[in-house]
């Protein structure tokens, strides 16, 4: 049976001693792991530390890299990026925060040339490379049209059937290049150059068919990307199927889903052009009759509304006479309220008028003054007498009024001392005697100590 005083609770473990547990069992428990997700909250102190979450749609843990091991990432991650992580799981004891120490980091799901792409992508973009403002418009209706692409590809005839059936006149001069492999890179900027050096090509089509990243890897090139962006001529770019996006895509003038879609948006339909004509000519044609029939309807009315201008004239000079009028009552009624308005002022101003006020204060200055005079006076009385009472006082206790009654002082004159006692001079000594009036100097002869 327990005591009192005897608690058989089983013992509760510190916050402390917890948290330790729980780290030891997590650390022991995950040696070390790869995980997956987006980053979030990124956080860089002076430090030099990483902090930041990955998190999926459901749940997110905390993440620490700390200096030493990111200074070996080339590019720093953002938020919002998906990332691999590779690293220890582990407790923050100090908050009980479950979380990873990141001992590497890459991106995630992409393979060497995906992450070329997104670097190439990154750096290009923050030259300003992509952006609209630099881009150049495509001539509505061009005179001449280049196409940079294999003259073996499919990419020429389809671009070729659509030009002939939209618009066949417009010539056609096409710059041979390889589109796949390492050489293509050299061969592709080399076609753009010689299409700049020829100055025929109005708008410029640069492109090829579908394929794997690895075969439209050399649009992906960044010796490629940058002769596009320094092309003079409006560029179009047309690689790959419409899911396809190159590098070369994102800095061309314009980007098109396909070649046939380039040679679409680079030539006018001739068809259409007829359409169109047709389309112009009709509405202008209405427009030019219902312009007329306004312009006879309006003509009616102005003709209708139109009124002899010495009428107007008597009109004008009416009202001319009528805001004269009222012109004169609003001075007078304005006149009158500002003639009563002075009338109250001056009246406030007598009121208070400081010859008034000065009267006032002098007045009260003169009963002050008479107070003050009468207050002095009376205290002077009053310490008068209380210094003739002290006086009186001083003089009963005065020891000259002793001295008169017949008493004496005497003092030992080699040093003052007060005598009162006759041992305190020996036959000889010199004494001073102060007696009511004057000082006595004598030589004591003999010295009696006993008492009379």
Not at 157 to 162: R, Y
Not at 183 to 201: K, L, M, N
Not at 215 to 233: G, K, M, S, T, Y
Request: positive net charge; contains cysteine.
């Amino acid at each position: 049976m327990n005591t009192p005083f005897q608690d058989s609770r089983p013992r509760a473990l510190s916050v402390s001693e917890l948290n330790h547990q729980a780290k030891h069992l997590l650390e022991t428990s995950f040696m070390q792991v790869w995980v997956e997700g987006e980053m979030s909250g990124f956080s860089r102190p002076s430090s030099g530390h990483w902090y930041f979450s990955l998190k999926d749609r459901k749940c997110q843990v905390r993440c620490a890299m700390f200096k030493g091991f990111n200074q070996r990432i080339r590019e720093i991650p953002r938020d919002g990026d998906q990332i691999r992580i590779r690293g220890k799981v582990t407790l923050y004891e100090n908050r009980g925060d479950f979380q990873i120490i990141v001992e590497h980091l890459e991106p995630a799901g992409l393979g060497a040339l995906q992450q070329a792409f997104e670097e190439l992508k990154r750096k290009l973009a923050e030259e300003g490379l992509f952006e609209v403002s630099r881009k150049k418009p495509l001539p509505t209706a061009p005179r001449h049209i280049g196409v940079v692409t294999s003259p073996t590809g499919a990419a020429i005839h389809d671009i070729l059937t659509v030009l002939a059936r939209r618009c066949p006149a417009i010539p056609v001069t096409l710059y041979p290049t390889a589109v796949q492999g390492k050489p293509a890179t050299a061969d592709i900027v080399r076609a753009i150059e010689q299409a700049q050096a020829h100055g025929v090509a109005d708008v410029l089509i640069i492109g090829r068919g579908g394929g794997s990243l690895e075969d439209l890897w050399c649009f992906n090139e960044e010796a490629v990307a940058r002769a596009i962006a320094d092309c003079r001529i409006p560029t179009v770019s047309a690689v790959g199927h419409e899911v396809d996006v190159t590098i070369a895509d994102l800095v061309a003038d314009l980007r098109a889903p396909t070649p046939s879609a380039a040679a679409e948006k680079v030539s006018p339909d001739q068809r259409e052009w007829v359409r169109q004509v047709d389309e112009k000519y009709s509405r202008l044609t209405h427009g030019v009759r219902r312009a007329l029939q306004r312009m006879q309807t309006q003509t009616g009315h102005l003709a209708a509304r139109l009124r002899d201008p010495r009428r107007q004239l008597m009109d004008r000079a009416q009202r001319l006479d009528e805001l004269d009028v009222r012109l004169g009552q609003a001075l007078q009624q304005a006149l009158q309220q500002r003639m009563v308005r002075a009338g109250h002022l001056v009246q406030r101003l007598r009121t208070q008028s400081p010859r008034r006020q000065l009267d006032h204060h002098h007045d009260l200055l003169a009963r002050l003054q008479d107070k003050l005079q009468t207050g002095i006076r009376r205290r002077l009385d009053r310490h008068h007498d209380r210094l003739s009472h002290t006086g009186q006082t001083l003089q009963l206790v005065s020891p000259l009024a002793t001295l008169g009654r017949g008493y004496a002082i005497a003092r030992r004159q080699s040093d003052g001392l007060i005598l009162r006692d006759a041992a305190d001079v020996s036959p000889g000594d010199a004494i001073n005697t102060r007696l009511g009036r004057g000082v006595i100097t004598a030589t004591v002869i003999s010295v009696n100590s006993a008492d009379e």
